[in-house]
């Protein structure tokens, strides 16, 4: 199974909702991400998740939550959300260490309007 | 630190062209170097990857890249432009010294492909 799922695809939600993205792989990868990204850009990295550890945040505002209940599961929590966080929402995971295997595996996706 | 460029933001070719997608990187150590292909709503898929093995990388789809150290580029090429390879293309680079990937993405190339 090479295949990272995300739900939902697709999520509207107000300013005052609180929400939560899914993602699961069982890849037996223990690096998982977290990206935004807006038309036609690059996706930017938010979080990195190592051994289910917390690695990397790049200093993404507290409206945003991640979780890593387990190595398949990354949650991402939304609350008090403005109108610009509006984006695709897209999971990865890879393997760890320095095998030279490094690709991350995309998910599809969680396309979010915050209204 | 790192960084990549990727020359033109769109590319437009004819059905049965070559495909010639541009990529340059910046890196302190011997990189790792991703190119990765996203449809229109979908998360990105990994087209091919270059970790200090062969130099000239064949990837999926009929894809290829050849990396160049002297010219610190990774250039992505296609022999013949089918209608179905109009996406968008990121070129990405990644430390392999890190335990995990944090990848350095391009701004992307658009590529259409006219009939």
């Known amino acids: 199974d090479t295949e990272v799922t995300q739900t939902p695809k697709h999520l509207v939600m107000g300013m005052t909702n609180k929400k939560s993205l899914k993602c699961e792989q069982h890849?037996?990868?223990?690096?998982m991400y977290w990206y935004k990204q807006k038309a036609k850009k690059p996706p930017e990295l938010m979080f990195v998740?190592?051994?289910?550890?917390?690695?990397i945040n790049e200093s993404v505002p507290s409206r945003f939550s991640p979780e890593c209940p387990n190595s398949s599961l990354l949650n991402l929590h939304l609350h008090a959300l403005q109108p610009e966080d509006s984006a695709l929402y897209l999971c990865a995971s890879s393997q760890t260490g320095t095998s030279g295997r490094r690709e991350q595996f995309f998910g599809p996706g969680t396309r979010l309007t915050v209204l | 630190a790192q960084s990549v460029t990727q020359l033109g933001s769109h590319v437009s070719v004819s059905e049965g062209a070559l495909v010639l997608l541009r990529c340059n990187y910046s890196s302190s150590v011997p990189p790792y170097l991703f190119w990765y292909v996203q449809y229109p709503n979908q998360g990105l898929q990994l087209l091919l990857k270059?970790?200090?093995?062969?130099?000239l990388v064949k990837g999926i789809n009929g894809f290829e890249a050849e990396f160049k150290k002297s010219e610190t580029s990774f250039h992505l090429t296609k022999p013949s432009a089918h209608m179905s390879d109009a996406a968008e293309y990121f070129c990405a680079v990644s430390d392999p010294t890190t335990s995990y990937d944090k990848v350095i993405f391009g701004p992307g190339t658009s590529l259409s492909v006219i009939p």
């Open positions: 890849m037996g990868h223990r690096a």
């Open positions: 998740y190592s051994y289910e550890k917390l690695s």
């Open positions: 270059y970790t200090s093995a062969a130099t």
